[in-house]
């Protein structure tokens, strides 16, 4: 009976090697004010200076996104009071941002697809951070200045799930970009989410709170469904006026529900204004032109691999899913590892190995290690079963496939002589069997072959093994 | 005193006798306050050694504390070189003294100074105009050879005027910013202020230049005007007339002297009008304010200068803001933050960035039939301490001064002559943006034309 309405803001840091205005590193995790000049301090008479590594990144993602991006844009000032606000006021993009009007399709399991609008992207700083020790609070200005992208989405998702679904396929975007790490630990990909509900077919905007504090897709997830289910039942109990007003919620990750934090009276008065310390960007056509060349994206790249590789509409999903396994992935290629392989070795096999948080990125086995173990799988040197111990063991060991092989004497029989010596001895062994074979017992070929496989310990190379027994048995 | 030119030509060993002998001359002159460090009885501040130069407490130099003349900024000090500073210091010359000025720029007598007031060299018991009132005083009573100020609305052009000596604003861009503890942003420029046009041409030859740390700064090769100065030069020059009605007979009788000056050297005069100035002084008001009230919110306590005891954030910043902020920069914070305000930006903001456009095109009209325009600096000579208690007759005091600001144009303030009581009195030439080499041209022209009729 009621349908969810919920837009979402993402602050994504930029990647660049300094901070938005002035030459400090964004380096994350430094001791506290050491990343500091006088720009990001704002001691008196410091100046902004645009680092126009921002502007071409916040251009690839426009581009990306199939948006305009302004050749002229603006920034203000957006006037507030904070610690960790060393200037009074934060440099952000307002009446002409950067960015305007894209969109992102998001996909669902059963093939469906829903495009969501995007608003706008700009440009602007990033704060520092507050820390609070009792009655003493700290303030780290490392992080100020860093470079953010707002990317802001229209009112159009209408569940968790298409919300948590935008949000991984942008993710996916800014890394394919390599526009930012992303990393939403770090708070490098940050997230608010907007959110109302109202009567199934209705087409107004009822009252919307925002939710902020949120750093993992599971969190919003939660905070989204505990929202939703605060404003219905609101509704439901007709005290919807009083308990759902227009205000930021904090999600508390330790109990599960939102908190106002501000109320509607508070709401800030930004007295935005352009900043006089700040020219308008105007990006020459060069620029443009340069910065609009654009990796392959996550959609493209997915229809791609189905149409040159053959993988299955799932498999090129999952490979394709994030920028570090379809690297991954598109490496072992070149390395003439097999696509339909590399799949399974990649999305299942190799993942399935990892623990205490390990990624693809920290993963012992690189790309060229195990596109070394697809190819011995190939040219017949092991088993795919014996591939499973010699991925086990380079886990742990950092030796070459080869030597693993070697070391775990894994390497595969295919010397037609000594088989037939094994498949000698087991016909002998089994001369009943033999008959019963004979005598139209189809399926006692398998029981053949696996003796033959369990007398070499695995090692006999099994489609040299059916060969050889079919010509043996006839 | 020594003129700059001359200082140049001096050997390291005289320009050493020649900073005793200026610490002696100081120390000497402590009442008429012109220095920080004379109205707190310190040592004059010194960085590196080479031509002194006297700098207004708003330009940031390594190691000083340099407090724009404000309570907030007490006990700060400065980690690094205003560009105008590492300009002065490859040219072999030197900061030398913090210069008093209102708190923050804010003000047209020095009164709004945290340290105190700067007495006028002509008469004890009069202003010596701001906001660069400290370095036209040391510049008028012969305790600096040359200074720098800064000018937002004519803070250095006025108190120039007030004290007899000569101060220039550059074009908007010409001189960097970086290092200049901004009052507001579109407006302010860095200039010299001097003993006569020359020096003034060599100062500002030094400071100006493109700069990377300042974005608003003109990204185009300075050329030197000092080498190429030509007072033989003939030009148009247009007066204003209506501002010439308005000003007191004082300031007439003298902008009248200046004009048979202008004419005598050769020049072609004409008569051109000026839109009202309460435009300008509204225009100005709204900009200015909207633009100081995000620059003064660093001072808030929580990285440097003054914080206030109290028991919670709020009460820091309240605290820390009312007791560190004078009067008059609380009122222009105020006003600032009210005309940005959702509701008022419309109809105050942008219709006032509206009226800067007019004003500038205004300019431009005259600028199509002259080189050069001619008006008075100040409505009146130097006035009395304490005789404008009403701010906004204060304002009146920077109605002729405050429009090429908003146009963003350069010009110069010379010393016309002296009133009756031995006021010094000043009238300014204006130049298009980037026409230094004709401002200081004319300047000079008019300079030698009255020093002569004088002299």
């Known amino acids: ?474 | 005193m020594i003129t700059l030119k001359e200082a140049m030509k001096l050997h390291k060993s005289d320009i050493a006798h020649l900073r005793d002998d200026l610490k002696k001359e100081i120390e000497k002159k402590k009442e008429i306050g012109a220095y920080v460090e004379q109205l707190t009885n310190k040592n004059i501040s010194e960085y590196m050694d080479g031509i002194p130069i006297a700098i207004k407490d708003n330009i940031q130099v390594n190691g000083w504390e340099v407090t724009s003349g404000s309570s907030i900024l007490q006990g700060y000090i400065a980690p690094y070189n205003a560009t105008v500073i590492n300009n002065l210091l490859h040219s072999g010359f030197a900061p030398f003294g913090r210069t008093n000025m209102d708190e923050f720029a804010m003000g047209s007598s020095t009164e709004n100074s945290f340290y105190g007031v700067t007495k006028n060299p002509h008469d004890y018991s009069r202003v010596p105009g701001g906001s660069s009132g400290g370095s036209a005083a040391a510049v008028a009573a012969g305790i600096a050879i040359a200074a720098l100020g800064s000018d937002t609305g004519g803070s250095i052009r006025q108190p120039a005027s007030f004290c007899g000596c000569v101060g220039m604003k550059p074009t908007y861009g010409k001189v960097s910013r970086y290092g200049l503890g901004a009052y507001s942003s579109s407006l302010d420029q860095i200039g010299p202020i001097t003993q006569n046009v020359e020096d003034a041409a060599i100062l500002y030859d030094v400071i100006a230049g493109h700069d990377f740390h300042d974005s608003t700064s003109a990204n185009i090769a300075h050329k030197k005007v000092s080498d190429f100065l030509s007072p033989d030069r003939k030009m148009t020059i247009a007066v204003i007339e209506n501002y010439l009605q308005e000003a007191n007979d004082d300031v007439r009788e003298k902008m009248l002297d200046g004009i048979k000056a202008l004419e005598s050297a050769g020049h072609k005069i004409i008569y051109k009008n000026f839109i009202n100035t309460k435009y300008d002084i509204a225009t100005y008001y709204i900009i200015a304010t909207a633009e100081a009230s995000a620059n003064l919110s660093r001072y808030d306590g929580v990285r440097y200068g003054n914080r206030a005891q109290s028991g919670n954030l709020k009460d820091m910043y309240l605290n820390s803001r009312s007791y560190g902020f004078g009067e008059e920069v609380k009122r222009r914070i105020l006003l600032g933050t009210f005309v940005l305000s959702s509701g008022y930006y419309d109809a105050y903001y942008i219709k006032a960035q509206k009226a800067r456009h007019l004003i500038k095109h205004q300019y431009e009209e005259i600028f199509k039939e002259a080189d050069l325009i001619f008006a008075p600096v100040a409505p009146t000579p130097a006035f009395e301490f304490g005789s404008k208690k009403d701010p906004l007759e204060m304002y009146l005091s920077d109605a002729y001064t405050i429009s090429l600001n908003l146009a963003g144009l350069p010009g110069i303030s010379i010393p016309l002559g002296k009133n009756i009581k031995g006021l010094p009195i000043g009238g300014q030439l204006i130049a298009k943006a980037y026409g230094e080499q004709e401002l200081f041209d004319g300047a000079l022209s008019l300079e030698r034309e009255l020093k002569g009729e004088i002299g």
């Open chain 1, 1 to 474: 009976m009621f349908e969810v309405v919920i837009g979402l803001e993402v602050h994504t840091q930029l990647n660049t090697k300094t901070k938005i205005f002035c030459s400090c590193p964004t380096s994350f995790g430094d001791e506290p004010n050491t990343n500091v000049c006088p720009v990001c301090l704002a001691l008196p008479g410091a100046l902004p200076v645009l680092n126009i590594e921002a502007v071409k990144k916040a251009i690839a993602f426009g581009t990306a996104i199939n948006a305009t991006v302004h050749k002229k844009s603006i920034f203000n000032r957006k006037n507030y009071f904070y610690p960790d606000l060393p200037k009074g006021y934060q440099i952000s993009q307002f009446e002409i941002p950067i960015v305007e009007g894209g969109e992102i399709v998001i996909d669902f399991e059963d093939g469906s697809k829903k495009t969501i609008g995007v608003t706008r992207a700009h440009l602007e700083e990033d704060a520092g951070k507050n820390t609070h020790q009792g009655s003493v609070s700290h303030v780290d200005l490392n992080r100020a200045g860093t470079p953010l992208l707002e990317i802001v989405s229209e009112p159009d998702m209408r569940s968790a799930d298409e919300a948590i679904r935008y949000l991984k396929k942008l993710h996916a975007i800014v890394r394919y970009l390599d526009i930012s790490d992303a990393n939403m630990q770090e708070g490098s990909f940050r997230c608010d989410v907007n959110i109302s509900i109202r009567p199934k077919g209705d087409k107004k905007l009822y009252t919307r709170a925002e939710i902020k504090n949120l750093n993992s897709f599971r969190f919003i997830q939660k905070a989204i469904e505990y929202e939703i289910e605060r404003q219905s039942s609101a509704w439901e109990d007709g005290i919807y006026e009083q308990e759902v007003v227009q205000e930021t919620r904090l999600f508390d990750t330790a109990k599960g529900i939102t908190k106002s934090m501000r109320s509607k009276e508070d709401s800030a008065e930004y007295r935005y204004f352009p900043d006089p310390d700040l020219l308008p960007v105007i990006i020459p056509d060069d620029m443009m032109e340069e910065c609009k060349k654009i990796p392959e994206l996550p959609d493209a790249k997915k229809i791609r691999l189905i149409k040159e590789f053959g993988l299955k509409e799932y498999d090129a999903a999952v490979i394709t899913n994030t920028v570090e396994m379809a690297r991954f992935f598109e490496d072992m290629i070149e390395r003439g590892a097999n696509a339909k392989l590399s799949t399974v070795w990649l999305s299942v096999e190799l993942p399935g190995r990892f623990h205490d948080g390990m990624t693809l990125l920290t993963s012992p086995v690189n790309s060229e290690k195990l596109a070394s173990l697809v190819k011995r799988i190939q040219d017949s040197t092991i088993s795919g079963k014996a591939a499973k111990d010699v991925l086990d063991y380079l886990m742990k060991n950092d030796v070459n496939v080869d030597e693993a092989i070697d070391k775990l004497g894994l390497k595969q029989v295919s010397d037609d002589g000594a088989i037939q010596e094994i498949i000698d001895k087991i016909i002998a062994a089994n001369s009943d069997k033999v008959e019963e074979y004979k005598n139209g017992k189809d399926k006692l070929f398998g029981f053949f072959v696996g003796q033959v496989m369990k007398a070499s310990r695995g090692k006999a190379n099994p489609a040299k093994v059916n060969e050889l027994l079919k010509k043996q048995l006839g």
